[in-house]
């Protein structure tokens, strides 16, 4: 198992979970901060993120200081701090109170959807009997007409070190 293949499945369920409300949207793995430059093209953008990874033998908690080199162990437990996100195009400030309540409406729709399918994706989807917690969904601000979300998540991961070298 990669970084890779324990952030996709969870994305697919989300993307999934949005397309069924309705969104149609592109959904990306990323390799950094997400940028709100293309929401309002193809009807926005959904992503999956590695925000970073800890040593984490008591999940979620974060080992204290650690020799890796030293203390590593075969299937050695790690948390992923994971962040899913969506964005689509909203008026500005500009609009009429009405249209600012639908965009509002639109974007809580989303909002759930995407987060029943995360939860989904652990309880009977592709994800299940995976350690997990949800810790947020943020709204994110309306930058350049995009409005959306955030669910921040951390996912216990196992990492196998490498063999001991052998002797000659």
Not at 8 to 31: F, K, N, R, V
Not at 64 to 69: E, K, S, T, W
Not at 74 to 81: D, R, Y
Not at 112 to 118: D, F, I, K, R, T
């Amino acid at each position: 198992m990669s970084f890779e293949t324990a952030i996709e499945p969870i994305l697919d369920c989300m993307c999934t979970a949005l397309g069924e409300a309705g969104w149609e949207g592109e959904c990306c793995l990323i390799p950094g901060t997400p940028s709100f430059d293309q929401c309002c093209e193809g009807g926005g953008e959904a992503w999956g993120r590695l925000v970073r990874a800890y040593p984490s033998a008591s999940f979620p908690q974060e080992d204290g200081a650690r020799n890796l080199l030293t203390e590593c162990t075969p299937n050695m437990l790690w948390a992923l701090v994971v962040e899913l996100g969506a964005i689509t195009c909203i008026c500005d400030d500009t609009c009429s109170c009405a249209k600012k309540a639908e965009n509002a409406t639109n974007v809580l729709g989303i909002s759930e959807a995407a987060l029943q399918g995360v939860l989904c994706c652990f309880s009977s989807g592709p994800c299940k009997g995976q350690e997990f917690i949800v810790t947020g969904l943020t709204p994110t601000n309306g930058f350049g007409g995009c409005g959306g979300f955030k669910i921040d998540l951390v996912v216990q991961y196992t990492m196998s070190c490498c063999p001991p070298e052998e002797s000659v």
